[in-house]
């Protein structure tokens, strides 16, 4: 019971509840000064009570007695400043808890998960350096220069843990450093689903945080280099140019829906990408930008993105670990936060 306090009080902000919330949603078994003691390990609980705060937190008992020590570096996390207080523990402690089982089952299994950074150290001054960054990026993953079908499943496959968190607020994601040495994405489920092209676009802007050499820049300065950095790694300066056929006076509304649905990359970051890599004028992109805009496409485009961005690499470990037996069914539901019950029902394994 080492970690109960720290494990309970991470549970507690999870649910966005004050002491007074907690001991009011178990109808106040216990006060809020008795569930102090809990937290600061002053005092542990018996087996009713454990069972009783877990139900009321929506954990199992035993999420009070795992030991997967998860700390986490300065959040990349845009406007934070702006966000409510419990919001941001809420969704910090849920990544932790979504975390914590994640890195326990890699553990069980002996999957050897240490992060290279390609980049490292490497210089970030001009759009060019963006450029041979995204280049030497896609070259080591071995992405080649087609379009990325799955962003989030390819970032999963290179040891980049991407968690989905349903928040209300109007984050769409952040990026941080665990233990030093792992590099979290965290998505907004709730604003990201129903636009996968932005889902792409901001897992890779949030890559571009943890990977490159900027976060020394002024916000605005980083931010575009960021925004450059995903628009380069959905679609190669060489792919663009072969697609738009070099430089160009006009653009077609019909032509850039094509590629957006091809490449999951949005007809504005399209057009900000041909500016930037000169294949518009500056002028030409100020007239077609109005444009886009009078015909409110900005706020919804003319056509979707259809494609699939999710990974289910936890899954597959998880049953991985369950059928050669490295794990009892009742800890595959606890890796999974799920009653017995009902992840037997939920899950056969043959």
């Given at each position: 019971?080492?970690?109960?306090?720290?494990?309970?009080?991470?549970?507690?902000?999870?649910?966005?509840?004050?002491?007074?919330?907690?001991?009011?949603?178990?109808?106040?078994?216990?006060?809020?000064?008795?569930?102090?003691?809990?937290?600061?390990?002053?005092v542990i609980p018996d087996s009713e009570m454990i069972g009783l705060l877990a139900e009321a937190l929506g954990?199992?008992?035993?999420?009070?007695?795992?030991?997967?020590?998860?700390?986490?570096?300065?959040?990349?996390?845009?406007?934070?400043?702006?966000?409510?207080?419990?919001?941001?523990?809420?969704?910090?402690?849920?990544?932790?808890?979504?975390?914590?089982?994640?890195?326990?089952?890699?553990?069980?299994?002996?999957?050897?998960?240490?992060?290279?950074?390609?980049?490292?150290?490497?210089?970030?001054?001009?759009?060019?350096?963006?450029?041979?960054?995204?280049?030497?990026?896609?070259?080591?993953?071995?992405?080649?220069?087609?379009?990325?079908?799955?962003?989030?499943?390819?970032?999963?496959?290179?040891?980049?843990?991407?968690?989905?968190?349903?928040?209300?607020?109007?984050?769409?994601?952040?990026?941080?450093?665990?233990?030093?040495?792992?590099?979290?994405?965290?998505?907004?489920?709730?604003?990201?689903?129903?636009?996968l092209d932005r889902k792409r676009f901001t897992a890779l802007h949030e890559l571009a945080h943890l990977l490159l050499d900027v976060n020394?820049?002024?916000?605005?300065?980083?931010?575009?280099?960021?925004?450059?950095?995903?628009?380069?790694?959905?679609?190669?300066?060489?792919?663009?140019?072969?697609?738009?056929?070099?430089?160009?006076?006009?653009?077609?509304?019909?032509?850039?829906?094509?590629?957006?649905?091809?490449?999951?990359?949005?007809?504005?970051?399209?057009?900000?990408?041909?500016?930037?890599?000169?294949?518009?004028?500056?002028?030409?992109?100020?007239?077609?930008?109005?444009?886009?805009?009078?015909?409110?496409?900005?706020?919804?485009?003319?056509?979707?993105?259809?494609?699939?961005?999710?990974?289910?690499?936890?899954?597959?470990?998880?049953?991985?670990?369950?059928?050669?037996?490295?794990?009892?069914?009742?800890?595959?539901?606890?890796?999974?936060?799920?009653?017995?019950?009902?992840?037997?029902?939920?899950?056969?394994?043959?």
């Open positions: 019971m080492k970690y109960f306090g720290s494990r309970l009080k991470s549970a507690r902000l999870m649910n966005g509840l004050s002491l007074q919330g907690l001991a009011d949603r178990i109808e106040n078994r216990v006060t809020k000064q008795a569930l102090s003691k809990y937290e600061m390990g002053q954990v199992r008992p035993n999420y009070f007695h795992a030991d997967t020590i998860v700390e986490f570096g300065e959040i990349e996390f845009r406007k934070l400043a702006n966000y409510p207080v419990k919001e941001k523990n809420r969704i910090v402690e849920i990544a932790k808890n979504e975390l914590s089982r994640y890195i326990e089952l890699e553990e069980i299994l002996g999957i050897e998960t240490k992060f290279h950074n390609p980049l490292h150290n490497m210089p970030i001054n001009s759009q060019d350096d963006i450029e041979v960054a995204a280049e030497m990026l896609r070259d080591a993953w071995g992405l080649g220069r087609d379009a990325i079908s799955n962003v989030i499943e390819v970032l999963e496959d290179h040891h980049v843990k991407v968690l989905e968190i349903d928040s209300t607020e109007s984050f769409d994601g952040f990026a941080t450093w665990v233990n030093r040495d792992i590099p979290l994405i965290v998505l907004n489920k709730s604003r990201l689903d129903a636009n020394g820049l002024p916000e605005k300065q980083k931010e575009k280099k960021c925004h450059a950095f995903a628009a380069a790694m959905l679609l190669p300066a060489e792919t663009m140019k072969k697609e738009l056929g070099g430089k160009r006076t006009k653009l077609s509304i019909h032509e850039l829906s094509a590629m957006k649905q091809q490449y999951g990359i949005s007809m504005q970051a399209l057009v900000y990408r041909a500016k930037n890599l000169g294949l518009i004028s500056e002028n030409y992109f100020k007239q077609f930008y109005m444009v886009f805009n009078q015909l409110g496409y900005r706020v919804n485009e003319p056509v979707e993105y259809e494609g699939v961005e999710h990974s289910n690499r936890f899954s597959q470990l998880l049953f991985r670990a369950l059928v050669e037996e490295f794990i009892s069914m009742s800890k595959a539901a606890a890796l999974k936060n799920q009653k017995l019950t009902e992840f037997r029902k939920e899950n056969i394994v043959i």
